[in-house]
């Protein structure tokens, strides 16, 4: 009893290598076999980029406001010329004059884009977001789909195509520009992405000396998550059309910055942010 009961200790160790190596060359395989037939026959979908999408390099605040203005600006052919050219596909690189472009982006919003049904909502938003923020006055209306148009447009920096960027431009509709505008947004530039309102004209019930640019600037410069603002003064005194306005500079890209002005149109109470 004694030898039997020695002998099956001796053979214990050997018995559990022996089941070692069996779970070593044989676990994987049936591991595998069974996520086969878990998976066999059944549909599993799988999120994915779209075809038109391409490769997006992301641009901070500061680099999308500095695209946007040179887009606004600087642009050599008239939007007619340019209308059937799209972000990402499509577009001649070769044949665009100048170094920025602002076309129509025919082809829509694309991934995670605000959709033409949201646009009108996601202003909205965003308008009351400014609201509180004190940038706009409590009393500007919300904006109506009916009154109201939105283009989606695509800023492209044409030398550095990757460099690029969707705004949703929303304006008060041409038929309805004769009815009252009190309290109207009349004209908004948004980003596609994330809503953000980086330019507009609004009529307001509130007065320039009522107001605080500086305060206003700062409150807007921190909703698009801008930084290095700095005041900025013009030997130039024909750059405006009214005595009413605030100039701001921006870090851009590389070198280059982007002019902010803030400023208000006596007579009509229209207060503007625009990119120069």
Known sequence: MMEQKKNIQMLAPLLATVAVLLVS?????????????????????????????GYRYTLSSNEKLYLLSECLNRQVLPESELSAMTKMSGVDYEELIGSYAFVVNRQGPAGKEITEEKIFETCNQELNRLKELDILSKTVKSVEPGAYSAVLYSAIDVLEPQNNMSVWKV????????????????????????????????????????????????????????????????????????????KYRYPGMEEGSTIVTIGFYEGINELFIKLT
Do not use: C
């Open 171 to 246: 304006s008060l509709s041409t038929s309805h520009q004769n009815q009252d505008k009190a309290n109207r947004l009349i004209d908004a530039y948004i980003d596609a992405y994330t809503g953000r309102i980086y330019a507009f004209y609004v009529r307001t019930e509130n007065t320039w000396s009522e107001m605080n640019p500086e305060k206003m600037m700062t409150a807007w410069s921190d909703y698009l998550g801008l930084v290095g603002m700095e005041e900025y003064t013009s030997d130039n005194p024909l750059l405006e059309t009214t005595s009413d306005f605030i």
């Open 25 to 53: 060359v044989l676990g994987p395989e049936q591991m595998a076999r069974y996520k086969d037939k878990s998976t066999l026959n059944e549909i599993t979908v799988v999120e994915s980029e779209g075809l038109n999408e």
